[in-house]
């Protein structure tokens, strides 16, 4: 129901687009979530949109560098990945999450529904 895509090989300081296609769910129900895994650490949530009440979060190792969007006509969520420094690296995964109470946000992976299949990233030095 989730497919993520766009990820790949580029150089410190380049861009990348993710895309997460969503199919079976709606967006006025449903919250999007990035979250990524690099080698030998943890999966982290890094960005979170909500369409349904315009509620966006990033985490703070990449304020300012992301941007995270959506466009409900395709039912896909965008993560617009800038200055991209070689500690992005990392499989990056979407995710949906059924929104309870309008205006908070989650990246609790556990609270998430729906995964994607994952895309890598490298982003080499």
């Known amino acids: 129901q989730l497919q993520a895509s766009g990820g790949g090989l580029v150089q410190a300081g380049g861009s990348l687009r993710l895309s997460c296609a969503a199919s079976g769910i709606s967006f006025d129900d449903y919250a999007i979530g990035w979250f990524r895994r690099a080698p030998g650490k943890e999966r982290e949530g890094v960005s979170y949109?909500?369409?349904?009440?315009?509620?966006?979060y990033y985490v703070d190792s990449v304020k300012g560098r992301f941007t995270i969007s959506s466009d409900n006509a395709k039912n896909t969520v965008y993560l617009q990945m800038n200055s991209l420094k070689p500690e992005d690296t990392a499989v990056y995964y979407c995710?949906?999450?059924?929104?309870?109470?309008?205006?908070?946000?989650?990246?609790?992976?556990?609270?998430?529904?729906?995964w994607g299949q994952g895309t890598q990233v490298t982003v080499s030095s």
């Open positions: 949109i909500s369409s349904s009440d315009s509620t966006i």
């Open positions: 995710a949906a999450y059924y929104v309870v109470v309008p205006g908070t946000w989650s990246l609790e992976g556990d609270e998430f529904d729906y």
